[in-house]
């Protein structure tokens, strides 16, 4: 049963969907199926369906405010699920929202901090230069002289993101029902991956520890500079940082007429992801260009760390030896590689997943290799392996989505970029590091602390066991489920046996009993009580030995 302040909102997203020309998501469902005929009274829904389907569901979600925008922008980067008209105007999305006033984050800001706003900045601006769904960004000084930005997280925020993630599902839900194409978007799984998403960047502490663990792995470097926090001014709901000055990367005149080379500038962001990815295993998972700033000497700044994505040691040597497969139209390798890393099921026959990737990949090398999308080779795979069941795997998602904004952004800067001369050496240097002689080598330094701490004991350790064995005393813990199965059911069945073995002999003894006494069969009920309680007591233990049926 809907709250009622939920049953309210309900009733206007469905009437923004109505008036989009979506009714059909609306009217097929049991509450609002009797009402079909109101669209006969409904002229403007054929009118609005003139439009596109994609731009149809942008222009509600855009209606519905700054959360179901944001879903929208996520929801946009699921082209592994969603078809690319939709996807395409979904990207059209801006995460733009009114500001709430300067009084409230003022007083989110003391509340947060403790003090009054006059004792930490020296300077604060009253009007935001950024405004978000999830919070806004205000300009300061502190009183050292240090330029800062203040993120404030947006008030009452969470209840209206629960109430609308909440109402999302119900949708999601509705879809999946009642749409043709529902269960292949599996709409509740994009809502609970959006879930996750938005709530953590609620937690701005979590957005800090991001912002500097990322400046940390690029700290010294010419490629990428990352702003300062300030841990002392920052809490759940604010957020310091060092104030940076550079130029949008999406103004390309400026960039230009400020004398980037913007060749070399693309080839940087390939290099920035790809050193993220395979070097740290933690990158920027929301690098569009409202998030990437050029300084005047060409390097690259990166703001708002929210979103990252990880790789686990396993995840980045398949992807790393899938790209590389792939670029040489090893097809088996490729179909190899997803069953051996889990992503697909062990049963699948490979020869048939061989296929299906080749007939996918094949027409993309029609094009020069400069011409290839690594994000699109991605995508292409992720859709192929999804027709075999492939499980979805969230940290490869937030890849995809990173190294089709990264993409995008090398080819706005310059056209002619080839992601794969920039890539392939790095990727052939990486996998040399991994499982060469070098990596052997450093593997063995890293661990050769805690091989020297254990050696020593390895003797006596071994002296134990085989003394143990000896003497009988060496007990074996079985770990696998289906052999801790198994010993229960011997256990079971050994007990069944006890208990019907006992049962039948009570039985028996009452049998015995009555015929030494000469009793006859109509003569039962004038048996002796004893009997009577061996006889019972032995039916009631062999009924309970006796074999169920499984559950």
Request: proline share 5%; net charge neutral; aromatic share 10%.
């Amino acid at each position: 049963m809907l709250p009622f302040s939920q049953f309210f909102r309900l009733l206007s997203i469905s009437w923004v969907l109505v008036r989009h020309g979506l009714d059909d998501l609306i009217l097929a469902s049991h509450l609002f199926r009797p009402l079909r005929f109101l669209r006969l009274f409904m002229p403007w829904i054929w009118v609005a369906r003139r439009a596109s389907r994609g731009e149809r569901i942008r222009r509600s979600l855009e209606d519905l405010g700054p959360i179901f925008v944001k879903f929208g922008q996520i929801l946009s980067t699921r082209r592994d699920l969603l078809p690319d008209d939709i996807a395409d105007e979904l990207a059209r999305l801006q995460d733009q929202v009114p500001p709430f006033p300067d009084a409230l984050a003022r007083q989110i800001i003391e509340t947060s901090l403790g003090r009054k706003i006059e004792e930490i900045f020296a300077e604060f601006e009253a009007t935001p230069f950024a405004s978000a769904s999830v919070a806004q960004v205000h300009g300061a000084r502190l009183h050292d002289g240090r330029e800062v930005v203040v993120k404030v997280l947006r008030p009452g925020i969470l209840p209206v993101i629960q109430r609308d993630i909440s109402l999302l599902y119900l949708l999601a839900g509705n879809l999946e029902r009642y749409w043709s194409a529902g269960k292949q978007l599996r709409p509740r799984e994009v809502v609970r991956e959006f879930e996750k998403t938005i709530l953590d960047e609620l937690d701005l502490m979590r957005e800090a520890a991001n912002a500097t663990q990322v400046r940390r792995n690029f700290l010294d470097s010419p490629l990428l500079y990352v702003p300062e926090v300030y841990w002392d001014y920052t809490r759940r709901e604010v957020m310091v940082m060092e104030r940076i000055h550079g130029t949008p990367i999406s103004r390309i005149e400026l960039l230009r007429k400020a004398g980037i080379d913007l060749k070399k500038l693309a080839g940087m962001g390939v290099e920035i992801f790809f050193t993220q990815v395979f070097r740290d295993s933690f990158f920027h998972a929301d690098m569009h260009p409202g998030n990437i700033f050029v300084s005047e000497t060409g390097q690259y700044i990166a703001v708002d760390f929210g979103i990252m994505g990880s790789l686990s040691d396993d995840d980045q040597r398949y992807l790393a030896e899938n790209f590389l497969a792939f670029f040489n139209r090893d097809y088996r390798r490729v179909a190899q590689l997803h069953i051996d890393s889990g992503w697909v099921d062990k049963a699948t026959r490979i020869d048939e997943f061989e296929a299906a990737i080749r007939t996918v990949c094949e027409p993309i090398f029609d094009k020069p290799i400069k011409d290839i999308s690594f994000g699109q080779v991605l995508l292409r795979l992720f859709q192929t392996a999804r027709r075999f069941n492939m499980e979805v795997q969230p940290q490869l998602v937030l890849l995809q989505k990173t190294l089709l904004n990264i993409e995008g952004l090398g080819r706005q800067l310059y056209p002619e970029l080839d992601l794969w001369t920039t890539a392939k050496p790095f990727l052939e240097r990486w996998m040399r590091d991994r499982v060469g002689p070098k990596a052997f080598l450093k593997h063995l330094r890293e661990n050769m602390p805690l091989w020297s701490e254990r050696l020593p004991r390895l003797p006596n350790m071994m002296f134990e066991v085989l003394e143990q064995a000896r003497e009988g005393k060496l007990k074996m813990e079985i770990h696998d489920e289906q052999l801790q199965q198994l010993q229960k059911e011997i256990r079971r069945a050994y007990r069944r046996n006890y208990a019907a073995i006992t049962g039948g002999s009570l039985i028996l003894s009452a049998a015995i009993l009555t015929a030494l006494d000469g009793y006859s069969p109509t003569m039962l009920g004038n048996l002796p009580f004893s009997t009577w309680i061996l006889g019972s007591l032995g039916a009631i233990i062999l009924f309970a030995a006796w074999p169920r049926e499984p559950d």
